[in-house]
């Protein structure tokens, strides 16, 4: 597509229930990365992908939280047993390789509003 | 630690009025700088960005950013604010890590343009 797409745009669950986030970059973008926006708050990082490799999970909250990249493209971000605190908007975006005249600004998808109950 | 501070939570400003959001950086080595733009329930939209040659960088809607490497700053600028301007700035730092690398984000300056 031409842009970065997430689904779903808004999710409500209860306390306890997993998810499933899910971000499609923009075509030919190698580098993936997942942000946390709590209301009105700034981005806290949460991992970022070079292909299907995950060089750093520094920001995943807690071992709650995994993500996966296959392809090269598609990611998803898994959040087991959710807690209200899990509550946020979370952004996906891609970025092209650094190369040549790439410097790799972002480019970011909707978000996906998580509420847990 | 790497880190990006925007010292100011918000900004407010009378149309018409010239406007600076400040934002300073912590980043070992040569960062790549960026501005993002969240407009009302809206994705974050890429702004401007240094990589490297003249201080001054000009991008979207008028605004620019002045690069200052002894302060460690990257301030964004606009001349003359209008109301539509009014949203939430975040800058970022690209730290320096193999060919792609981890971005770090400050925690936001709500800019508020009064008519």
């Known amino acids: 597509g031409a842009g970065v797409s997430q689904s779903p745009s808004n999710k409500v669950t209860e306390k306890g229930k997993d998810v499933e986030l899910r971000c499609d970059p923009i075509s030919g973008h190698t580098a993936l990365y997942w942000y946390r926006q709590s209301l009105g708050q700034g981005l806290e990082f949460l991992i970022y992908f070079q292909g299907n490799s995950a060089p750093d999970k520094s920001g995943l909250p807690s071992d709650r939280f995994s993500a996966e990249r296959t392809g090269g493209s598609v990611s998803t971000l898994t959040i087991q047993r959710t807690q209200q605190e899990d509550s946020a908007v979370y952004l996906c975006a891609s970025s092209s390789r650094l190369a040549g005249g790439n410097t790799g600004e972002l480019f970011f998808g909707e978000g996906s509003r998580l509420t847990v109950l | 630690a790497q880190s990006v501070a925007q010292p100011e939570d918000q900004v407010n400003v009378a149309e018409g009025n010239p406007l600076t959001v400040k934002c300073t950086y912590s980043v070992s080595g040569n960062p790549y700088l960026f501005w993002y733009v969240q407009y009302p329930n809206r994705g974050l939209q890429f702004l401007l960005k240094y990589i490297t040659g003249d201080n001054l960088v000009k991008g979207s809607y008028g605004f620019e950013a002045e690069f200052n490497k002894s302060q460690t700053s990257f301030h964004l600028k606009k001349p003359s604010a209008l109301v539509s301007d009014s949203a939430l700035y975040f800058c970022?730092?690209?730290?320096?890590?193999?060919?792609?690398?981890?971005?770090?984000f400050g925690s936001g300056t709500r800019l508020s343009i009064r008519p």
């Open positions: 970022a730092v690209r730290v320096p890590y193999s060919s792609a690398s981890k971005i770090i």
